[in-house]
């Protein structure tokens, strides 16, 4: 073992208090090379329980703590850096603590050579990534919450900005093949390329999932758009992981900081909605919200600030309207489907599609949920009492589903209102179904084990319809308009109509046809296996008060 000179010594600590100056918040580590003798930090020795603050061979003591996952990669870099071979090294691992539970954290380091380039002291420092509750225990980047005191800012200053949210699709699949260890490498390679592609011109934040943002006030839009080109090239065609070549699905969506009247959670719903619309619709390309930073969209915005604003006062402006179905042999009622409306004194009466899919990217749209959930419910004992035996369809979203303890929640609200169980029905839209199939399954056999009914809406829309129906329990199948509203005269859409109904009814689903409006119409379908319609011919949706006040 090399001995260190005390003049050595003395300058290894000189550096070691230099370093803690300037590494505030992290564990500071300096190494004589050639002697291979370290100052560590005092906080670090207690929190891992190493030997002491000064270590001979510390490399090797620290890397019994690195989880046996990560310590090939740590041992070949020290290696490296010893051989001389290396200049630093700035990687994440998870280490172990005294109480032999692990952290992660992120390790950088860097040679300082003599004046001869010769390498003479090795110092760094050790972030423990869980130290903070706004940052990411994983990549080390701040977190959602982070991200809000962030942007908290930016709307304090009234600052022009940009946020762009990044995620990967089919992300399950490299934890399928790989593991998820190997998945957790992945999202920690994407997050620190992003932090070194965007230093010094905008904060990189890791958000849900394997979703990042970027909140940038140096960039303009168009820049923006050709970063995330330049980045969806390399992590599709030059992206790699402990060796491994890897091609990675991204989709981005952005929303441009300019109106701060508004909300930053609205600013937030606004962003998601534009970042599923890439997934869903625009194939990963970057969409901006709406498109366009005109005064329309201006107006958009704040009506949705609004409309947003009145679910945190009670659901205010919100009401139901309520469209029959009808049984399609002799035409009784056999039930009403609950439509959510909004309006208000500027905007006047507002449609569910100007508002419903930005409002679904909202954490509080499992309130308005809720509250169509129990209003439906409320609404639905007083039409019981006129109309006996009918079933009331209320609409769910993919926020609600995606709750692990949605189930209870509907349970809870039964038995708060006294609402039959066997007189409810919940419909899922196609956006629901890219849920784990499992979780839809175990889900809808508990609603209809407690004898709540289920409807799969919109079939036929989804590229996964078949598969849910062949694997999900449903009670009912409802055909969407776009395949009805030329039945008459496009074989196209009889064939359509016939396979899924046929279909539905193999697997004992009954069927109701949506977006009936004549009377030609509703006899053509009945040619086909169906159970009920729903359309114009017998009503548009209506509130209660209407219902009752017709004879």
Not at 162 to 186: A, E, P, Q
Not at 444 to 473: C, H, Q
Request: charged share 25%; with cysteine; aromatic share 12%.
């Amino acid at each position: 073992m090399n001995e260190i000179s005390d003049i050595r010594k003395n300058y290894l600590d000189r550096l070691y208090e230099a370093m803690t100056m300037v590494a505030e918040g992290c564990y500071v580590y300096v190494c004589d090379i050639k002697s291979d003798f370290s100052r560590w930090s005092e906080r670090a020795v207690d929190y891992f329980a190493l030997p002491g603050k000064y270590m001979h061979n510390a490399g090797a003591i620290w890397a019994e703590h690195i989880h046996e996952d990560n310590r090939e990669t740590y041992d070949k870099q020290i290696e490296e850096i010893f051989a001389g071979n290396n200049s630093g090294h700035d990687m994440q691992y998870r280490a172990r603590r005294a109480d032999g539970t692990y952290v992660v954290c992120t390790c950088k380091g860097t040679v300082l050579r003599d004046v001869n380039g010769e390498p003479g002291f090795f110092v760094g420092s050790i972030k423990n990534n869980e130290s903070g509750g706004i940052v990411d225990s994983l990549t080390g980047l701040k977190n959602l919450y982070g991200f809000f005191e962030d942007l908290k800012g930016i709307f304090w200053q009234r600052k022009w900005s940009t946020i762009m949210l990044v995620g990967i699709t089919g992300f399950s699949d490299i934890n399928d093949v790989y593991g998820y260890s190997f998945g957790n490498r992945v999202l920690q390679s994407l997050g620190r390329y992003l932090e070194g592609v965007f230093a010094g011109r905008g904060n990189v934040y890791r958000m849900d999932g394997t979703k990042f943002a970027i909140l940038t006030s140096e960039m303009t839009l168009l820049e923006l758009e050709r970063l995330y080109k330049m980045l969806r090239q390399k992590h599709t065609h030059d992206f790699y992981v402990d060796g491994k070549h890897l091609s990675l699905s991204l989709n981005a969506g952005a929303i441009v900081l300019d109106n701060f009247e508004i909300t930053k959670e609205t600013a937030y719903s606004c962003l998601r909605y534009a970042y599923y619309q890439s997934k869903l619709k625009k194939l990963g390309e970057l969409t901006v919200f709406e498109d366009t930073l005109s005064d329309e969209n201006r107006q958009t915005v704040e009506k949705i600030n609004v409309i947003r604003n009145s679910i945190t006062q009670n659901c205010s402006g919100f009401y139901l309207c309520y469209q029959p179905i009808m049984d399609a042999k002799n035409e009784t009622l056999k039930g009403f489907e609950a439509l959510v409306r909004w309006r208000n004194e500027e905007y006047g009466s507002v449609p569910p599609m100007q508002f419903i899919p930005i409002l679904e990217q909202d954490a509080l749209f499992n309130e308005l949920g809720n509250w169509i959930l129990r209003t439906a419910m409320l609404d639905g004992l007083d039409l019981l009492k006129r109309y006996p035996g009918i079933v009331i369809n209320v609409n769910l979203s993919y926020t609600q589903i995606e709750k692990h303890d949605f189930v209870g929640e509907v349970m809870g609200l039964l038995k708060e209102t006294g609402f039959p169980p066997e007189n409810l029905c919940l419909e899922i839209t196609e956006r629901c179904r890219l849920l784990d199939t499992e979780l839809l399954k175990n889900m809808f056999s508990a609603f209809r084990e407690n004898g709540i009914k289920v409807a799969l809406d919109d079939f036929g829309t989804g590229f996964s319809s078949i598969g849910v129906l062949r694997k999900l329990p449903v009670d009912t199948v409802k055909i969407d308009r776009e395949f009805v509203k030329n039945i008459e005269n496009c074989p196209s859409d009889q064939s359509t109509v016939e396979f899924i109904s046929g279909l539905a009814n193999a697997f004992a689903a009954e069927v109701c046809v949506e977006g009936v409006e004549t009377e030609s119409m509703r006899d053509f379908l009945r040619n086909f296996l169906v159970n009920s319609f729903q359309g114009y011919l017998y009503s548009k949706p209506v509130t209660k008060d209407e219902i009752f006040s017709k004879k």
